[in-house]
């Protein structure tokens, strides 16, 4: 029985793998956006620092000398870490000036945070229950962070009655990874993993009923939008 407890956790871990890079790979048409643009537009970098962090987190959680027995949890977020690093370079790239020194010392002070966890951890700390038990509730808020960072597009969503500005893959898979790491953490029970996704899940559940109110207004707001673009010109040239 414990043995097939084990293999249901580890293949609901293998599929939340999968559904958490997805995850870290569904901003890729914002960014093709930003790239294209030259230009973050209002996209936000918070989710995307949060990420960074909480990625890294889970990291030195997962390694051996902290809480043996996780590499799926090394895996994916050694991944996610390195994909983040991507997004952040292109928001330095395209950001103005102002707010690319904002996010360059946001990711510099996160840097030095996790390294100044892990050397203290390691050093000072001797058992890898003690090391679990402290790496564990820092990485709850890290998730937790990472989870409620869209809270500032959702407030920009409500208000400007537009979901142009808050991806729905990102939302969808967000919630999506919230569930399957929930499942995760109740086969055999980890609170470190189980809190921070479940809110995750309501969340992502609450950024997908945002999508499903806002998306008509969006489409409409896009379509006048474009109306005036292309009225532009025409106007000119009855002026002329």
Same mark, same amino acid.
Request: positive net charge.
């Given at each position: &029985? ?7 956790? $580890?293949a %609901?871990? %293998? ?8 995850l ?6 914002? #960014? +093709? ?6 230009? !973050?537009? *209002?996209f936000s970098? #918070?989710? +995307?620092?949060?990420? $960074?962090v ?20 090394v ?7 390195? @994909?983040?690093v991507?997004?952040? &370079? ?13 996010? $360059?010392?946001? @990711?510099?002070?996160e840097? @030095? ?5 892990? /050397?203290? %951890?390691?050093?000072? !700390? *001797? ?6 038990t402290i790496?564990?509730?820092?990485? &709850?808020?890290?998730?937790?962070? &990472? +989870? ?6 959702m ?13 729905? $893959?990102?939302?969808? #898979? ?17 609170a470190? /993993? ?8 309501a969340?992502? =559940?609450? *950024?997908?009923l945002?999508?499903?109110m +806002? ?5 409409r *707001?896009?379509?006048?939008?474009q109306a ?9 040239? =009855?002026?002329g």
């Open positions: &029985m414990v043995f097939n407890k084990e293999i249901a956790r $580890f %609901v871990g %293998v599929i939340g793998n999968i559904i958490s890079l997805i870290f790979l569904s901003p890729l048409p914002t #960014f +093709y956006r930003i790239w294209k643009k030259k230009s !973050v537009e *209002q970098p #918070f989710p +995307y620092l949060a990420t $960074f909480n990625c890294g987190l889970w990291v030195l959680y997962g390694i051996p000398l902290v809480h043996p027995h996780s590499i799926l949890v895996t994916i977020n050694g991944t996610g870490l390195g @994909i983040e991507v997004y952040l &370079m292109l928001f330095l790239l395209y950001s103005e000036k102002k707010k690319r020194m904002k996010i $360059f010392l946001i @990711i510099i002070g840097i @030095i945070f996790l390294g100044s966890l892990a /050397i203290l %951890v390691l050093t000072l !700390v *001797q058992t890898h229950k003690k090391r679990s790496v564990g509730c820092i990485c &709850m808020v890290g998730n937790i962070l &990472m +989870y409620a960072s869209p809270l500032a597009v407030k920009l969503v409500i208000r400007s009655k537009s979901v142009e500005f808050m991806p729905f $893959f990102l939302s969808l #898979f967000s919630f999506l990874n919230g569930v399957s790491w929930t499942a995760y953490a109740l086969i055999r029970l980890d470190f /993993i189980l809190v921070p996704n479940s809110i995750g899940t969340l992502g =559940l609450a *950024q997908l945002l999508y499903g +806002y998306y008509k207004s969006t489409k *707001q896009n379509a006048e939008r005036q673009v292309e009225m532009g010109p025409k106007e000119v040239g =009855l002026v």
